[in-house]
């Protein structure tokens, strides 16, 4: 005997347009809303530098106010509709204008770029957190027969989930490269708006000053796109004003803000706001880098340059007749071509990266040493390491052990590497904990230090298997070093002298701290 069951399933009801739009409005709310925290840090980053610490305190302070913004929520309990377009506009002109408006405060005292950085990020974190629990309202109240609270939330956070996806992979990839972080804000900055556009035409009838709300919109999307139209000008007026001098090329790239500026007394790159050279003086610096390794080496045939895209080092390494290959590692693809394209920035390093001898590997160090480990160890007379200073933990990890035995490894059993190493005289247990650090690995060392006006004393560090030995002939047409001032270079005044210094490693990282205690007594 067939038993028949009841059928008790309430039919599904049809999905209706408005609720897709809404739905479709979560994927754009939360890219919009982690673009505008990843822009924040990454405009710390590049202000304030340490971009670990940058990140992660503006990270922890945005989601401290987006849980702010969420509380706030439950006090919002009419007109829901009408709050949540208000909240639209005001995230897509803070949000959309906020790059713009940090880059053109970047004259300001630290303290008070810090006060309107994290101001804006708590206000904007804010105004996000109000947005998914009024979403969720709404369609609960519009969509009730068709949602139970479970599934309610998994629509929405699967939504909001897949919009934080597509941007944390498009922003460094895609947006920053191609549009920079001005025009990026102001374009996310119009998506937002474009969500309460679309909520204003969804819900025209539950609002009861429609005219109101279309000029807000208006209104917001002309500011948005005024600051689209004059992204470029914008930035070069901050800029202008931040450095002083003409801006020759400025570019934001995956890794970092490259600016080239020109006036009559010569030409300087920045990265991230600090300078790296300065066309007067940089020969002192980089002479001082390469010859005294090169030199005493007698007659190196493979040379290594780690960093140093400029190719300011390969143009010092190329003055010896010995030399048959050289190979640059650079993480920034844009440095390379910059400087191997640009007519006055291919005359500064006497067109070093298109010579035939170079062989130019656009990656990570750390990653590219380890990698070749096997392959070619002991391959290299000499490595020349110029990278900037370990300003944050990214780059800090160039200064351990771990990077340091990579070095060794593929050093030549007679060869020499040598480290940039920071200022000896205002970074003194800085300079003494990358000396440490190195012979830590089982080399010795050999500390010297040189003047350069633009950075003032400035320390370098020699590594080897051998003892050091001062040479005996330099190539000709140098213009800062002599065998006789060698000698000098290697002796420390009491100021500058060793002092005790803890090994940094990737586990500790305490050069970055101490390094930024130190400089940061500077700019105090």
Known sequence: MAVSTPDTETPTAPIRPAEVALLASVFVVAACGLLYELAAGALASYLLGDSILQFSTIIGSYLFAMGIGSYLSRFFDRQLVAHFLRIELLVGLIGGLMPAALFSLQTLPTSSFRFVLYSLVLLIGTLVGLEIPLVMRIL????????ALKDLVSQVLTFDYLGALAVAIAFPLLLVPQLGLVRTGAVFGLLNVGVAAWAMWLFRGELRRLSAHVIACLAVVAALLAALASADRISTWAEDRFYGDRILYSETSAYQRVVVTASRVGVRLFLNGNLQF??????RYHEALVHPAMAAHGAPKRVLVLG???????????????????????????MTKLFAEQPMLRQLNADALRSPKLRIVNGDAFAWLEQNRETRPGSFDVIVVDFPDPTNFSIGKLYTTSFYSLIDAHLAASGYAVMQTTSPLIAR???????TTIEATGLQTTPYHAHVPSFGEWGFILASRRPFRLPTQLPPGLRFLTLAGLPAMLQFPPDMARVPAEVNRLSNQVLVQTFEQEWGRVHE
Do not use: N
């Open 140 to 147: 609960k109240r519009h969509f009730s027969e068709r949602y």
């Open 278 to 283: 300065h066309s007067r003086d940089e020969y």
């Open 308 to 334: 140093g895209g400029d190719g300011m080092a390969v143009r010092e390494v190329l003055k010896y007749a010995s030399v048959e290959e050289v190979t640059l590692v650079e993480l920034d693809p844009h």
């Open 429 to 435: 247990k800085s300079y003494w904990t990358v000396a």
